[in-house]
């Protein structure tokens, strides 16, 4: 059964730090471009970072650039999103998407698997 599975959510004050992990299982991520997306309550769920299969191209939402880093360990069928300097718009469920293909795309609707995802609250 192919599952992606989001953690490392949680409390943080702004300015803080988190890094999220997904994991997949049924499945290896190697070959695939992945996303992390977000959707924040009541608004559309919009994509924050993106990256090839084998992790040499990524692209960020200009909302992020700069304090977001994705990153991949395909040996550990895992891929993370490094937050840094977070500030309370960054209040959102995260998660993270499969693409068919080796390449990443910013069109949300073209990634085909999705965790359940992963809450983010940046309150003081």
């Known amino acids: 059964q192919l599952q992606l599975v989001e953690s490392g959510g949680g409390l943080v004050q702004p300015g803080g730090s988190l890094r999220l992990s997904c994991v997949a299982s049924?499945?290896?991520?190697?070959?695939?471009?992945i996303g992390w997306f977000r959707q924040a309550q009541g608004k559309e769920r919009d994509g924050v970072a993106w990256?090839?299969?084998?992790?040499?191209?990524?692209n960020y939402a200009d909302s992020v650039r700069g304090r977001f880093t994705i990153s991949r360990d395909n040996a550990k069928n895992t891929v993370y999103l490094q937050m840094n300097s977070l500030k309370p718009e960054d209040t959102a469920v995260y998660y993270c998407a499969v693409r068919q293909s080796s390449i990443w795309s910013c069109k949300t609707n073209s990634y085909v698997y999705w965790g359940q995802g992963t809450q983010v609250t940046v309150s003081s």
């Open positions: 990256i090839s299969s084998r992790g040499g191209i990524a």
């Open positions: 049924g499945f290896t991520l190697e070959s695939y471009a």
